[in-house]
């Protein structure tokens, strides 16, 4: 059945009645300006929730047929403003839990979980235990406890936890030769924590995919075309240099679209974290030059690029990945402190969504900021306890609420207090 999804009737009527907002005196300009980013803001967790919902049931219910998952979207949906975005979600997720069944619903005894080890080491053997667990319904999970052994298959061995690989290739001689499946590699130093976050990258590789739905860029990658552009520009950079100073203003000009492309390689560790620790902590193993999450030095690594230029590229980096996540941190910040867990995760669908150096402008000119905002007021008025404890209490009885932005309700608590207050005067 292929999934027909229209628009929604308080989509339209929403925007409607936002443009239809008066906008002669300053108060009423800045009514309407909250009301459209509130508006954008529940669009924008309106399909998040919608994909997380879709992958919850899923994992739940790998068997679910197509037919039902349209129609739980159906009436889960409130806005449907993107119909073609989440039908291809839809597509991508369905297409790759079919080619992941064939491999769970017809077990060979004969593939066990060292021959996975040697597909992945190209041949070798392990020297200790390894580990196979295919209980999880998007990927197979390899558990390898021998530090050497793990090297075997990942040549960053001790600086990583594990790895995901979306298709890895096996290669023995059974009824899955040649197939290609979702793995996940866990090392020694490895955990159930560790796991989730490679889970998160399953998640981040299906957003990745729908780049060009609608025109709409979510992920930026690096193909095959834009490093060789990247080598003529590079080329071309160091022709000049042997007449005059390149200036630092040309070097970020021409390094621009790998500059975007490696924050989003950022990105995808950044949300993969945050799907496992609900935190950003990962952020600052991603400033640290010449180490495992130096994606500058992986991409170009045969064009020999000068430390004059890689200095300043990188710097460049650091700098706008600091400064497009600042907001998102303190974002998750107050989620965290008003209890808000399902907003941690509806936000990271929206930010898989947004290329990485965009992530600023979209939570500020969204209804995410004041939101946020209001929050924090609350949060740092001690005349203001009772009413914050009420809001956290709200929220916990009623967390479907976060799917949708607040300050409509929270404004309602506050004026409850109030209305109560001048009752109990009276």
């Known amino acids: 059945m292929e999934g027909k999804l229209e628009k929604e009737d308080l989509y339209e009527n929403s925007l409607r009645k936002v443009r239809s907002m008066p906008q002669t005196t300053d ?71 079919k080619k992941f069944k064939i491999f769970l619903e017809k077990p060979d005894p004969n593939l066990t979980a060292r021959d996975l080890f040697e597909d992945l080491s190209y041949g070798q053997e392990p020297k200790d235990l390894v580990v196979l667990d295919t209980t999880d319904t998007f990927a197979v999970t390899l558990w390898i406890k021998n530090a050497e052994d793990f090297k075997k298959t990942d040549d960053r061995g001790e600086k990583i936890d594990g790895f995901y690989n979306n298709k890895a290739l096996v290669r023995r001689n059974t009824i899955y030769n040649r197939m290609t499946i979702p793995i996940i590699v866990i090392g020694p130093e490895g955990n159930e924590i560790a796991k989730e976050h490679e889970k998160g990258h399953f998640h981040n590789s299906i957003f990745a995919s729908l780049s060009g739905i609608n025109k709409r860029t979510f992920w930026l990658k690096m193909n095959n075309d834009d490093i060789e552009l990247l080598r003529k520009k590079y080329q071309l950079l160091q022709n000049r240099k042997s007449k005059k100073k390149i200036t630092h203003k040309e070097i970020i000009k021409s390094f621009k679209p790998l500059i975007h492309k490696i924050l989003d390689e950022a990105k995808d560790e950044i949300l993969a974290d945050l799907y496992a620790t609900f935190s950003f902590d990962y952020i600052n193993n991603l400033t640290i030059k010449d180490d495992v999450y130096d994606y500058f030095d992986q991409i170009t690594y045969d064009m020999n690029i000068s430390s004059y230029i890689k200095n300043r590229v990188w710097n460049e980096y650091v700098r706008i990945l600091l400064e497009q996540t600042e907001e998102v941190q303190w974002l998750l910040y107050i989620y965290n402190r008003f209890g ?71 404004k309602e608590l506050l004026e409850e207090d109030e209305d109560r207050l001048i009752t109990s005067k009276d």
Request: proline fraction near 4%; hydrophobic fraction near 40%; glycine fraction near 2%.
């Open 27 to 97: 108060a009423e300009r800045e009514e309407k300006r909250i009301e459209a980013r509130i508006l954008r803001m529940n669009i924008m967790l309106d399909n998040a929730m919608i994909m997380e919902y879709i992958v919850f049931n899923i994992e739940k219910n790998p068997n679910i047929t197509e037919e039902e998952i349209w129609n739980m979207i159906k009436d889960k949906s409130r806005y449907k403003a993107h119909p073609e975005t989440i039908k291809a979600f839809v597509e991508e997720l369905i297409d790759r839990i």
């Open 340 to 410: 808000m867990e399902g907003r941690v995760i509806l936000l990271r669908s929206v930010l898989g969504q947004i290329p990485l150096y965009k992530w600023e402008e979209q939570m500020t000119s969204s209804g995410f900021h004041e939101e946020a905002l209001l929050l924090e007021q609350i949060l740092n008025d001690e005349k203001m306890e009772r009413k914050k404890d009420k809001i956290i209490y709200y929220i916990k009885e009623h967390p479907e609420i976060q799917d949708q932005c607040i300050i409509p309700k929270i």
